[in-house]
């Protein structure tokens, strides 16, 4: 089998641009991939795959080369998928006219119905030379789930027969990855040279778990009488091992944190096969899956105790998916914000254009309440208050006969509260994660309605013109520390984690990933409507965002996730003793028709504290200084006549009428 060689940029290029002008054809008049801004992003996709496969071909023919990833993080909108797709096309073409160049592309979705619209598009370009695998795509599959009437059907087998092959996520990750993976040609198997991932997917799994979980597993264990006798001891000494801990006093617990920790060795049968193959006949117990789990984390070293104030002990452990294979690139809007690429070395950045937001006028709204929802949202009296404000919120902010979209909790969607939907349309069971269609109608107004957790990537409200993003996408801090030493590679005992002594220690990798989280999943369900549509120059659409998360989190950060919006707070903001000299301090800069300078007098008389104090302790918050120069003010610090003050620099924000 001959070697593969690096084709030259311009051949590969040529062939790049006919598949471009190729898809236009085809889309008639949507959007135009030749004009200046796409046209860059067009640029971006193309060198970052170049670079992948000449990372391909070094490896194959035993060039030392550093492991990358190559990430294209275009704004969300961009035709990121649609360049990728052309690239692709144009690497198939170059490989059916020579031998020596690399063969066999494979495209990663996150969602089913994704693989299934990228196989429709792909088909229409290269006819009979792409095949795609999902459940739902399964030959011998009576009842789709997701994708109801499916493009086409494969065998799993099949995917190696075809040059373009397109998988979820879970299914490259899995046990039958490597099917995806291969590509056979002229008798001869191989590794497929470029593999594209659309938007980011769960590099580390984290098994979060408590003793009642285990507990809950054993007796399911027990009454197997195919396994009891088999696994019965594995998972009694599991939940010996979990009970004694569950007397820790300390918030975190790990192998360092006094001896180390001793556990029975007949755990290591979790790592087995068999542990494993137990796991893929029960995965409708998500229980099982997330005990068994945390079992192999814990044998390996990859595990931790959490015991929060008033709450019983979680088991949490964690095991590194990355996806480091020569030849592969990365397609995420966010993922220049979302605090991975600061832990992963590997990720190598191909430089994008910047969009314009200036047609994305943001309502920051006061939150119904500053408990944390997870317990407040538990009580139905709760949760009727709490969609009562939304609903006043969406009525004041919304105009009738427009669409919107609304992000909420995913426990509203549990419990029936959200959204108001027709009894007994089916189309709107609550178990579904999201609505595609505006079947929610409010006075007039068109709603669709999804959860945080889910909705990234998805195109179906690019039409809203209102998206309401209804408090931010919070995990669990035990997750994110999980979540960073697994990215870092870290056992329980390396890295960040071997350093903290609390749950609640700062710690660098933990805190980025954690801000970069939030700040994530606040752009991407952001600009699911009219935000992601640009023009010619990189401008996106007209739309409202309205939204009640952290207003200083949002005025720190505007600049980079949403450059040139403007932010306009809520006149209804309530004068609350709790909140903060910060929160005080920004609530007051943000008011209208204030002067300009504005002495720290008349601020201290609002504020009722001396300023003094307030500024010495509130002068080292970086959030807060990025935060008040997003208001449009720098502060000058002088003595004398006048004293220090706060002056304008430019108009950032103003209190909504």
């Known amino acids: 089998m001959q070697m593969p060689t690096l084709p030259s940029r311009d051949t590969l290029r040529e062939a ?75 690497v198939t073409k170059l490989a059916e006219a020579s031998p020596a160049a690399p063969y066999g592309c494979l495209f990663l979705v996150d969602q089913m119905d994704k693989a299934d619209q990228m196989y429709r598009d792909l088909e229409k370009q290269m006819p009979g030379k792409v095949a795609v695998w999902t459940t739902d795509h399964d030959v011998k599959c009576k009842q789709p789930t997701k994708v109801l009437k499916p493009a086409a059907r494969f065998a799993v087998g099949d995917l190696s ?7 979820t996520h879970n299914f490259f990750m899995g046990k039958r990855g490597s099917i995806a993976r291969n590509v056979t040609r002229d008798g001869h198997t191989f590794q497929r040279a470029l593999t594209v991932v659309d938007e980011r997917p769960e590099e580390v799994t984290v098994f979060d778990v408590e003793l009642s979980a285990a507990q809950a597993v054993r007796e399911l264990i027990e009454k197997d009488t195919d396994h009891a006798d088999h696994i019965g001891p594995h998972i009694g000494a599991l939940v010996d091992f979990m009970h004694d801990k569950s007397f820790t006093k300390a918030s975190l617990d790990k192998p360092t944190t006094t001896a180390p920790w001793v556990f029975d060795q007949s755990l290591r049968w979790f790592t087995t096969p068999a542990a494993h193959d137990y796991v893929r006949h029960n995965k409708a117990s998500e229980s099982v899956g997330a005990v068994f789990g945390f079992a192999k984390a814990l044998v390996n070293g990859y595990a931790f105790v959490n ?219 952001a600009l699911r409507g009219r935000g992601r549509c640009f023009d010619a120059h990189g401008h996106c659409g007209k739309q409202k965002l309205v939204m009640s998360g952290s207003l200083k989190r949002l005025l720190a950060n505007k600049g980079c996730i949403f450059p040139g919006a403007q932010v306009v707070t809520s006149g209804q903001q309530k004068h609350d003793d709790r909140q903060t000299h910060a ?49 449009g003010w720098t502060y000058v610090s002088q003595k004398g006549r006048g004293g220090s003050c706060f002056k304008r620099t430019v108009v950032g924000l103003s209190v909504a009428a």
Request: proline share 4%.
């Open 16 to 90: 790049f641009d006919t598949a471009v002008r190729r898809i236009n054809e085809l889309r008639g008049s949507a959007v135009d991939l030749t004009t200046a801004f796409y046209a860059q992003i067009g640029n971006s996709v193309f060198e970052a795959g170049y670079s992948a496969l000449g990372d391909f071909c070094n490896a194959e023919v035993g060039t030392e080369a550093p492991t990358r990833l190559h990430v294209v993080s275009a704004p969300v909108g961009g035709g990121k998928t649609s360049f990728s797709m052309a690239l692709m096309v144009a």
């Open 161 to 167: 027969r075809y040059p373009v092959a397109i998988v």
């Open 583 to 631: 929160d005080a301090l920004l609530k007051i800069l943000s008011m209208a028709a204030l002067p300009n300078p504005l002495g720290t007098g008349v601020i201290s008389q609002l504020m009722k504290v001396e300023w003094r104090g307030v500024w010495k302790n509130l002068k080292n918050n970086s959030q807060l200084q990025q935060a008040i120069a997003g208001l």
């Open 307 to 525: 015991r929060a104030v008033g709450s019983s002990c979680r088991f949490v452990g964690y095991e590194t998916n990355l996806l480091l294979d020569p030849g592969m690139m990365l397609l995420d809007a966010t993922a220049d914000i979302d605090g991975v690429s600061q832990l992963c070395s590997w990720r190598t950045h191909a430089a994008v254009p910047q969009a314009r937001y200036d047609n994305l006028s943001i309502v920051h709204v006061p939150p119904h309440t500053k408990s944390r929802l997870s317990s407040y949202l538990t009580s139905a009296k709760n949760r009727r208050a709490y969609v009562d404000w939304m609903l006043e919120t969406i009525k004041q902010n919304m105009k009738p006969g427009e669409r919107g979209l609304v992000v909420c909790k995913l426990a509203l969607f549990k419990n029936e509260d959200v959204p108001a939907w027709p009894k007994g349309d089916q189309r709107f069971s609550h178990k579904e994660t999201y609505t595609q269609d505006y079947g929610w109608k409010l006075d007039g107004r068109l709603l669709c309605s999804t959860h945080w957790g889910t909705g990234v990537g998805v195109n179906s409200w690019r039409d809203a013109d209102v998206v309401f993003l209804f408090d931010e996408y919070h995990l669990p801090r035990r997750t994110i520390i999980a979540t960073a030493q697994g990215l870092q590679q870290h056992k329980s005992s390396e890295g960040a984690l071997a350093k903290m002594n609390t749950i609640n220690t700062k710690a660098h990798a933990v805190d980025a990933l954690s801000e970069g989280h939030l700040l994530r999943w606040t752009k991407q369900m």
